[in-house]
C-alpha cells in the first residue's frame, strides 16, 4: 500500500489554506485601520477642515519628487475665518453638494469619475480663476450657472444644475480643502496659479 508524501496530504492542504486565510484576514483588518488612519481627516496627508482658513500652495518636494500642498499664512474662506465645526459644515455641505448633483458623471476627483471634464482634484487652484483676489466669486459665480461660460479648452459647457448659493459656499470651500490633500504629485500635468503677495 503506497502512502503519499505529508505535502500531498488532503488533510495538509486544508489545515493551509485555513491558516492562510485567517493570517490574511488578520493582516486586511490590521491594513484597514491603518488607511483609516491615514485618510482621516486631520491625519499628516489629510489636513483638518480648518486648512480652508490658510492659503495653499504647492511646492516641489525634491526628496519625493512631486508637488505637495503647504499651508501659507491666513487667507480665510470668504473673508470670514471659521471654527474647526464651522469648517467641517461647510465642507461637509460641498461634498454633499457634488454627490447629490453627480459631479463625477463628468468630472475626476483624486483619481474617481469621469475624463469628460476637468479633474477638480486641485481646482481650488486652478490659473483659470484668474487671481486669488476674484477667484472664490468666480467660481461661486460659474457653479450656480456655468451654463454661458466655456467649460474647458475643448468649448465643452457645464449644464446649469440649480445649484444654490448656500451650496455653491460649500463646494468651494470643499473643493479648496481637497488641494490641501497630498495626492503625491497626482495630476502629474497640473500647473498651480501664482499667488505672490
Known amino acids: 500500500m503506497a502512502t503519499s508524501p505529508w505535502w500531498a496530504s488532503e488533510s495538509f492542504w486544508r489545515k493551509t489554506a ?10 486586511l483588518i490590521l491594513l484597514t485601520f491603518d488607511s483609516m488612519r491615514q485618510i482621516t481627516a486631520g491625519s499628516k496627508r489629510v489636513p483638518a477642515y ?18 505637495v500642498p503647504v499651508r501659507g499664512i491666513k487667507e480665510p474662506l470668504f473673508g470670514k475665518e471659521l471654527s474647526e465645526q464651522e469648517a467641517e459644515a461647510l465642507v461637509a455641505k460641498g461634498k454633499m453638494t457634488i454627490q ?6 463628468c468630472h475626476t476627483l483624486l483619481g474617481n469619475g469621469a ?4 479633474d477638480l482634484t486641485k481646482s481650488w487652484l486652478d490659473p483659470y480663476w484668474g487671481s486669488k483676489e476674484t477667484r472664490e466669486q468666480l467660481m461661486v459665480d460659474f457653479i ?3 451654463s454661458n461660460k466655456l467649460h474647458n479648452a475643448l468649448g465643452r459647457r457645464m449644464p446649469n444644475l440649480g445649484v444654490t448659493d448656500e451650496e455653491a459656499r460649500g463646494v468651494v470651500a ?24
Open 18 to 27: 485555513i491558516w492562510v486565510t485567517g493570517v490574511s484576514l488578520v493582516v
Open 50 to 67: 480648518s486648512a480652508i482658513n490658510y492659503r495653499i500652495e504647492y511646492k516641489f518636494d525634491e526628496k519625493r519628487y512631486v508637488q
Open 100 to 105: 447629490a448633483k453627480n459631479c463625477i458623471n
Open 115 to 118: 475624463y469628460f471634464a476637468p
Open 144 to 146: 450656480k450657472d456655468p
Open 174 to 197: 470643499f473643493l479648496k480643502w481637497m488641494s490641501t490633500i497630498d495626492t503625491n504629485g497626482f495630476p502629474y500635468n497640473f500647473k498651480s496659479m501664482q499667488q505672490e503677495n
